[in-house]
């Protein structure tokens, strides 16, 4: 049986979907059965059910974007960096191997050479800089957390979409602005980002770190083109002039883009679509 924490949210529902259309057996664990921030609890609990993996995408994400992180740091503190911590420790009691969703937002920006970032290279969008938001503070000390801890994948997940019109979907939030912001990212289309994880232990590759995103980066023009193209969005998009003008206008919380490398993970032969072609075909099957 695989034990999903965080069950309810738009990335734990994506990994049910995944489980119910393969019919593995799997059972949620949500913080009102149980406070899984309680290290004997969750010992005892594990111990009671024998799960044979993990998975956690438990979280603190401020709901429909990062902002509500400002606020609730105590919250956020608590889902993001506290929480793997003790799972952390409970799987190492015990033995079991485990999965935790991380994100790609502990980075900014690209290599000095335009290339996308590995995983053995350090965050640069974090506390210790001083630069980031509270969400991304938070989610790096989550993976500072799980250094070196055994048997656990990190999975770092980046701006998910899919065809699914969901407020949470990354095509969906652009098509809902007048104006957007031209960054460079490297993203991951939920659905393959989920199977991946799984293949990580169906296919029991090396425990680690792993940038899932989709091979190569996108920029926000190229999405907005995408969906021009396609048909799915005919909305002509206004443009903020810069990165700081969207700053200083749209927002008080600094956002992380960045460009990552996947190439660890595909080395595994674990397959993912590039990344023009992935949201392409999400606009082409859209589901208003
Ligand atoms: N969505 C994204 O854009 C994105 C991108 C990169 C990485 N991620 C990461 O992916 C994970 C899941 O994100 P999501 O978008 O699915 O978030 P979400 O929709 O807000 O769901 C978060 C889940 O975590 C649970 N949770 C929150 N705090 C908890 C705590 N202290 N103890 C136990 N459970 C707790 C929530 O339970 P309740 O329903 O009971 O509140 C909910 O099931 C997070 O770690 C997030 O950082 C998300």
């Known amino acids: 049986m695989i034990l999903l924490l965080g069950a309810s949210g738009y990335v734990g529902a994506a990994f049910q979907r995944y489980f119910t259309a393969r019919s593995l057996t799997w059972r949620g664990l949500d913080i009102n059965e149980l406070d899984c921030t309680n290290l004997n609890a969750l010992t005892a609990f594990l111990q009671r059910e024998h ?10 994400t401020g709901g429909a974007n990062i902002e509500a992180c400002e606020t609730h740091k105590a919250d956020c503190l608590l889902g ?6 003790v799972i952390r420790e409970a799987c190492q009691r015990i033995g079991l191997p ?6 790609g937002c502990i980075y900014n920006g690209a290599r000095p050479d335009g290339s996308g970032f590995r995983e053995d290279d350090p965050p640069n969008f974090t506390f210790r800089q001083n630069n980031c938001s509270f969400y991304s503070g938070s989610k790096a000390l989550g993976e500072e957390v799980l250094a070196g801890a055994a048997d656990c994948f990190i999975w770092r997940l980046r701006i998910p979409f899919n065809e699914q019109n969901n407020p949470r979907n990354y095509l969906a939030k652009l098509m809902r602005y007048d104006k957007l912001v031209d960054v460079r990212n490297s993203i991951s ?5 989920v199977r991946a994880c799984c293949e990580c232990w169906e296919q029991r590759v090396p425990f680690g770190t792993y ?17 021009h193209k396609t048909g799915a969005c005919t909305k002509q998009f206004q443009f903020f002039q810069s990165e700081s003008e969207f700053l200083q206008k749209a927002t008080k919380t600094p956002r992380a883009n960045c460009v990552l490398d996947s190439g660890k993970l595909l080395a595994t032969g674990i397959r993912l679509t590039e990344i023009h072609e992935a949201v ?3 606009l082409r099957n859209w589901k208003v």
């Open 280 to 282: 392409e075909t999400a």
């Open 80 to 85: 993001n960096a506290v929480l793997p911590g």
């Open 51 to 60: 799960p044979t993996f993990l998975i956690n995408c438990a979280g603190y």
């Open 189 to 193: 289309q939920l659905d393959e980002f």
């Open 98 to 103: 485990w999965g935790h969703v991380s994100t």
């Open 211 to 227: 940038n899932v995103t989709n091979p190569g980066s996108i920029t926000t023009r190229e999405v907005a083109a995408l969906m």
